[in-house]
Each structure stands twice: as structure tokens, then as C-alpha cells.
């Protein structure tokens, strides 16, 4: 991953969260390796449960490296003052081939589709950020062309409070 990732409060407090939950799961997780490694002897390539316990660590520590990876590269992005365009913390209200629909734009990893929750750089808020209430955007999301009108643009409507 390169450049800046941008978040909002909650979705910063859920990162934290996330990497403090990795870190207790690989330390719980190493603390067993001694008594893995006893139980099957000494013959490693032999103990089929310490060889799990190692795929189980290096699969944990590869998401942690990817989690602390997201931290270095994070912005903490506060929600506008002014519903002049489309940014994070904004619901934007549209017409995409000729069906309404309302989204909150939220920061990397918030998207949340039930709750009508999307991610800034997701494919379809990408065509919109920066846009202005009247704008008419063509661009293709998933291989197939769209045709999308900026309806209204209002405060985001999820709070900052983490779940």
C-alpha cells in the first residue's frame, strides 16, 4: 500500500481496536508454542499441531503488519462544516440510471452496505467525491457504464461513536 489512507473517528477507533485484538491473539497464541512443541516431541516437522499453530501465527502476523501498515499511512479526517460537495462525512443523495439511493461517505474500511455506508475510495463514491449538488458523472463501476446525478449532499448520518 502506498500513499495516505483517510479515516474518520470511528473508523480510526476500529483500527486501534482491531490491532489491539491481533496483538493479544499472537501473544496467546506464542505462549502455546512450548507446550505444542513438548506434547509432540521434539520432532517439529513430526507434530502436526505445532505446525498449525505456526500457520496460525504467521496468518495473525500478517494481518497485524497489515493493520500497522494502514495506522502509518492514516489521516484522521473531521467531518466538513459546509455540504457543498461530496467528501467524507457527507450523505449524498443520487439518481444512478435513473434509481435513487442515499450513502454515507465514510473513511478506508467503514463501508458498510446494509447501513448504507460506503468507502471513499469504493468504485461508485470514487466517481463522486469532490462533486457538487447538479453534477451528472458518467463512469463504469464493475465493467458496465452508469450514469450518475448528485441529488442533495447533507450531513453524514452515522455518529462518530465506535460499535
Known sequence: MNGKLYFTRRGLAKLCQEIEKLEKKLQELQEQTAYVAEVGGNQYHDNASYELLVIDIRGINSRLINAHQCLNQAVLVEPPMHFD?????????IARDGEEMAWDIVGFGESDPDRNMLAYNTPLASLIMGKRK??????????????????EITKGGNDESVR
Not at 88 to 93: H, Q, S
Not at 137 to 143: D, E, K, L, P, R
Open 134 to 151: 447538479g453534477d451528472v458523472i458518467s463512469g463504469t463501476i464493475a465493467g458496465r457504464q452508469t450514469e450518475i446525478e448528485i441529488l
Open 85 to 93: 460537495n461530496v467528501a467524507i462525512g457527507t450523505r449524498v443523495k
